[in-house]
């Protein structure tokens, strides 16, 4: 028989991490008595902390009404709320909501709705998407196909879909050449999507999907001027949808509600969820243009998708309160400021170390990349499994962040991700900035000896 210490399944299967108690603000209580300021809001989602009171609030009002009513036979007051909040205004066009239970889900929606979209105008042979290596888009079979991180494909790969390809992601500080400008660069990207929608069949592509600020694979990587621009270009050149995974670095997380606002374009389809409800219920939406759903509308009439959690009354209703709150306390600028504060920090701490290769994000999305070497940005190797080693130290020493590892190419390379709650505190981002650089120099120097 063999030997357990929980009956629940956790990430690792030797061993029980330590039970969360409580939480307030950007610390979460574990019972041992710790207090750890939650640095990446978990994976980027507590977008407001813990146990904020407007938000514990809703969620009691709500569940004494209506927690739960099947979307076959009902619509709830929250769920109409929320999409008039997140797209009553239509931005950039969007103006539906799909409300799903998280990410994967989210992105699995978008798929399935742009295909549904082609085969209702006609153009059935629509049936190739294309994304990037160095990406994730969720751990569903479809967003995992949809994803390029390696090392999350791998146990999959016969399991996976070959209608999606991938093509060299807007990384610059692996990916561009030296000597070559950003323009350059942006063109040569440009050129390798139009080569790989001529390859396919320009009329074979349904999509291009992509992260505005790529997340967890690669360490909040944003892309060079004009690339979006470009990329929205070949698309409608092409008749292709954009679509935009916003699952981590939407809803405020980049300083504006939208990612793709700081772009230049906007989605024909988008998936959020993280931020959306700030993990006080699971939920995730995908966001789609009138053009898309007038068109189903005008001929089968029904997307033909579905969970049996669409729309939950209680998450949505969690979910407008955290919106409610990001909005009424002008949290997207205070992302702004924090965010410069995080940046200018991170440099001042890590800007001349030889083992720090990079510093990158945006408002309170921010990663550094471990290398062994600077000049050559050789990374270290990965049976040290470095990165797993730094959040470990900083875990005993107060500070939850969030590590990754195969940066580079889905072995090689380590990043720490850093995702603070909306709320936090200057004092607050100092001391995550001086935990890190300790966990880091310490951890550097048993390697290295």
């Given at each position: 028989?063999?030997?357990?210490?929980?009956?629940?399944?956790?990430?690792?299967?030797?061993?029980?991490?330590?039970?969360?108690?409580?939480?307030?603000?950007?610390?979460?209580?574990?019972?041992?008595?710790?207090?750890?300021?939650?640095?990446?809001?978990?994976?980027?989602?507590?977008?407001?902390?813990?146990?904020?009171?407007?938000?514990?609030?809703?969620?009691?009002?709500?569940?004494?009404?209506?927690?739960?009513?099947?979307?076959?036979?009902?619509?709830?007051?929250?769920?109409?709320?929320?999409?008039?909040?997140?797209?009553?205004?239509?931005?950039?066009?969007?103006?539906?909501?799909?409300?799903?239970?998280?990410?994967?889900?989210?992105?699995?929606?978008?798929?399935?709705?742009?295909?549904?979209?082609?085969?209702?105008?006609?153009?059935?042979?629509?049936?190739?998407?294309?994304?990037?290596?160095?990406?994730?888009?969720?751990?569903?079979?479809?967003?995992?196909?949809?994803?390029?991180?390696?090392?999350?494909?791998?146990?999959?790969?016969?399991?996976?879909?070959?209608?999606?390809?991938?093509?060299?992601?807007?990384?610059?500080?692996?990916?561009?050449?030296?000597?070559?400008?950003?323009?350059?660069?942006?063109?040569?990207?440009?050129?390798?999507?139009?080569?790989?929608?001529?390859?396919?069949?320009?009329?074979?592509?349904?999509?291009?999907?992509?992260?505005?600020?790529?997340?967890?694979?690669?360490?909040?990587?944003?892309?060079?001027?004009?690339?979006?621009?470009?990329?929205?270009?070949?698309?409608?050149?092409?008749?292709?949808?954009?679509?935009?995974?916003?699952?981590?670095?939407?809803?405020?997380?980049?300083?504006?509600?939208?990612?793709?606002?700081?772009?230049?374009?906007?989605?024909?389809?988008?998936?959020?969820?993280?931020?959306?409800?700030?993990?006080?219920?699971?939920?995730?939406?995908?966001?789609?243009?009138?053009?898309?759903?007038?068109?189903?509308?005008?001929?089968?009439?029904?997307?033909?998708?579905?969970?049996?959690?669409?729309?939950?009354?209680?998450?949505?209703?969690?979910?407008?309160?955290?919106?409610?709150?990001?909005?009424?306390?002008?949290?997207?600028?205070?992302?702004?400021?924090?965010?410069?504060?995080?940046?200018?920090?991170?440099?001042?701490?890590?800007?001349?170390?030889?083992?720090?290769?990079?510093?990158?994000?945006?408002?309170?999305?921010?990663?550094?990349?471990?290398?062994?070497?600077?000049?050559?940005?050789?990374?270290?190797?990965?049976?040290?499994?470095?990165?797993?080693?730094?959040?470990?130290?900083?875990?005993?020493?107060?500070?939850?962040?969030?590590?990754?590892?195969?940066?580079?190419?889905?072995v090689r390379g380590d990043h720490v991700l850093l995702a603070p709650p909306y709320i936090a505190s200057?004092?607050?981002?100092?001391?995550?900035?001086?935990?890190?650089?300790?966990?880091?120099?310490?951890?550097?120097?048993?390697?290295?000896?």
């Amino acid at each position: 028989m063999s030997t357990r210490t929980s009956r629940v399944l956790h990430r690792s299967l030797r061993e029980t991490p330590p039970k969360a108690i409580g939480g307030e603000g950007v610390y979460l209580f574990a019972e041992d008595g710790r207090r750890v300021i939650d640095a990446s809001g978990g994976a980027a989602v507590s977008c407001l902390g813990h146990q904020h009171p407007r938000v514990i609030a809703a969620m009691a009002k709500q569940a004494s009404t209506l927690a739960y009513a099947h979307t076959a036979f009902f619509t709830s007051e929250p769920a109409e709320a929320l999409a008039e909040t997140l797209v009553g205004h239509e931005p950039g066009g969007l103006a539906y909501a799909y409300f799903v239970s998280g990410g994967s889900e989210a992105i699995e929606a978008s798929i399935k709705l742009a295909r549904q979209y082609f085969i209702e105008r006609g153009e059935p042979q629509r049936q190739h998407f294309i994304a990037r290596r160095q990406s994730y888009h969720g751990n569903t079979l479809g967003a995992l196909a949809a994803g390029g991180n390696a090392w999350r494909r791998a146990p999959y790969a016969p399991l996976l879909s070959a209608a999606f390809s991938h093509v060299t992601p807007a990384f610059a500080y692996h990916e561009k050449h030296d000597g070559e400008t950003e323009a350059q660069f942006v063109a040569r990207l440009a050129a390798e999507l139009e080569t790989e929608f001529q390859r396919l069949g320009p009329n074979s592509v349904a999509a291009f999907l992509a992260e505005p600020v790529v997340g967890a694979t690669a360490g909040a990587v944003t892309a060079p001027d004009g690339y979006f621009k470009a990329v929205r270009e070949i698309c409608d050149r092409h008749g292709a949808l954009l679509i935009l995974d916003e699952v981590m670095c939407g809803m405020g997380r980049t300083g504006t509600t939208h990612a793709w606002q700081q772009e230049g374009v906007a989605p024909d389809i988008q998936a959020i969820a993280k931020g959306l409800g700030g993990g006080y219920q699971p939920i995730g939406a995908m966001l789609a243009s009138g053009k898309i759903i007038d068109t189903i509308r005008s001929r089968s009439g029904a997307f033909q998708h579905g969970h049996t959690y669409l729309a939950h009354p209680l998450a949505c209703a969690a979910a407008l309160a955290v919106q409610d709150v990001i909005r009424e306390d002008n949290l997207l600028e205070r992302v702004k400021q924090r965010g410069k504060q995080l940046e200018q920090r991170l440099t001042e701490r890590f800007g001349n170390h030889r083992h720090v290769g990079d510093i990158r994000g945006r408002g309170l999305f921010w990663a550094i990349e471990l290398v062994a070497d600077r000049a050559s940005r050789t990374s270290f190797d990965p049976a040290l499994k470095l990165n797993q080693k730094i959040k470990a130290e900083a875990f005993a020493n107060g500070l939850g962040c969030y590590p990754g590892g195969g940066t580079v190419d889905g072995v090689r390379g380590d990043h720490v991700l850093l995702a603070p709650p909306y709320i936090a505190s200057t004092d607050e981002i100092d001391q995550i900035v001086d935990k890190l650089g300790t966990a880091v120099d310490d951890v550097l120097r048993s390697v290295n000896h």
